[in-house]
């Protein structure tokens, strides 16, 4: 019935702050978001200064881990009202991104502080992580690794787990198929100049043409291959861990079945 369906939906579906008042890394937080805002749309050169002095030296167990978070977080926080006002703050603050985004860890305290902010919008937090692997801030194979890292994590995650598993592996998939396009098209250019008139320049030009789309294709494949390898790594350890729960939980259920039985006797 509609009252039932519309009891299934999520009513709210608003952006959180992950660094409430009582975090011990609010008030850069917070600072950060007011000086990415609108109202203060501060220079880089200012942005860089603060994550400098501000953020360099963090008391935490991850500091790196931990800037990359603050920032991304302030940033896709203070874009939550439109999409057009994200990309805005993101490719405005790009360099800056960049600085704070520098190792897998990095990348991976990205993907999380998109999670926290749109945890209760699933279709904001796949639109934005997919954007930022397209801005490449994090990698496609990162991502596959973040969203598969452990079994709880994953069920965390299943919202947008697949939808983000198909982006992520699709992109490197489409690079060859075109890259192979591009090769086969060019292949079929040199031909026709060997059958036809043309001359050894033209020709020598095309096939340098032909061993840079080559060497493109070679690197394409290998990411191809690296992230189908990390994706399929992960589910089936995920599945693994799965049913090991289930082998666990059953056994449990069966020593209860005994204890049960050796009471009533």
């Not at 790009?94 to 990348?107: G, Q, R, T």
């Not at 452990?150 to 998939?173: G, N």
């Not at 001359?199 to 840079?212: A, C, T, Y």
Request: net charge negative.
């Amino acid at each position: 019935s509609a009252p039932a369906l519309a009891a299934l939906m999520h009513n709210d579906l608003s952006a959180v702050f992950p660094y409430t008042d009582d975090h011990p890394l609010h008030a850069p937080a917070s600072e950060l978001q007011d000086m990415v805002s609108l109202a203060k749309r501060c220079e880089n050169a200012a942005l860089e200064e603060f994550v400098r002095t501000k953020l360099s030296d963090l008391q935490t167990e991850a500091p790196a881990s931990d800037r990359a978070k603050v920032v991304v977080c302030g940033m896709v926080y203070e874009g939550r009202e439109s999409f057009s006002h994200l990309l805005g703050i993101l490719g405005r603050y790009l360099p800056v991104l960049k600085s704070v985004i520098d190792s897998k860890e990095e990348e991976q305290a990205a993907a999380q502080a998109v999670a926290e902010v749109w945890v209760r919008s699933t279709q904001s937090c796949v639109m934005v992580m997919d954007k930022l692997v397209a801005m490449k801030l994090v990698s496609p194979i990162t991502l596959v690794q973040w969203l598969l890292a452990d079994y709880t994590a994953a069920l965390q995650r299943q919202a947008y787990m697949w939808e983000l598993l198909f982006l992520c592996i699709s992109k490197p998939v489409a690079l060859v198929r075109t890259v192979k396009g591009d090769l086969a098209k060019t292949q079929r250019e040199i031909d026709d100049l060997q059958a036809g008139s043309g001359s050894p320049e033209e020709i020598e030009e095309k096939e340098g043409l032909k061993s840079r789309i080559k060497a493109v294709l070679r690197n394409a494949l290998s990411d191809q291959d690296a992230i189908l390898v990390a994706a399929m790594k992960g589910l089936v350890l995920l599945a693994n861990l799965a049913a090991a729960k289930r082998a666990g939980h059953a056994q449990a259920m069966q020593t209860d079945a005994h204890d049960d039985d050796d009471t009533a006797q």
